[in-house]
């Protein structure tokens, strides 16, 4: 049997082995074993590892990325559409990161251009205090406008 050892999987990811083994018991990848009982990896675990790290610098939680590779095939490397068919959710949700990140560049340059710093009793961004109306914590950062304040 082929297959890549848990050393040079490591190796080729950078991940440590107690993180591979980690993945491995959350069920992201699932080596064989070998008549000696060592792991062996499949050459397209070395994509879904990269997969991992990669959704884990976006801030996908680990379910879901699981979620995100149960559509991916097992048994085989996966394709290009394989790959299309999950990217269209990662690229929504990447599309609402930025979304947020930009409102909170906006928000910030506003408030600190302003020069009060209190969204308390900000009359530009915060008049009266409105927004704690929508809920506690960053309203705007969380999506709310100035317009959603009831009159």
Same mark, same amino acid.
């Given at each position: ?6 050393? %040079?999987?490591?190796?080729? &990811?950078?991940?440590?082995?107690? &993180? ?5 018991? %959350? ?15 499949? #050459?397209? +675990? ?10 884990? #610098? ?17 048994? #085989? &490397?996966?394709?290009?559409? +394989?790959?299309? &068919?999950?990217?269209?959710k990662i690229q929504r949700r990447i599309d609402e990161q930025i979304t947020k990140l930009e409102q909170t560049r906006k928000n910030l340059d506003g408030c600190i251009g302003c020069g009060c710093l209190s969204l308390k009793t900000c ?10 109306? %929508? ?12 317009? +959603?304040?009831?009159?």
């Amino acid at each position: 049997m082929a297959g890549l050892s848990i050393g %040079k999987l490591a190796a080729r &990811t950078g991940l440590s082995v107690s &993180t591979i083994r980690f993945y491995e018991g %959350k069920g992201l990848v699932s080596p064989d074993r070998n008549s000696g009982g060592q792991r062996r990896f499949a #050459r397209a +675990d070395l994509r879904r590892l990269s997969f991992i790290m990669i959704m884990q #610098r976006l801030g996908f939680s680990l379910e879901e990325i699981r979620t995100l590779m149960s559509k991916l095939p097992e048994g #085989r &490397t996966p394709t290009i559409r +394989d790959w299309q &068919t999950i990217s269209t959710k990662i690229q929504r949700r990447i599309d609402e990161q930025i979304t947020k990140l930009e409102q909170t560049r906006k928000n910030l340059d506003g408030c600190i251009g302003c020069g009060c710093l209190s969204l308390k009793t900000c009359s530009l961004y915060n008049p009266d205090d409105g927004i704690a109306q %929508k809920g506690a914590g960053p309203r705007y950062t969380m999506g709310n406008t100035l317009s +959603d304040i009831d009159a």
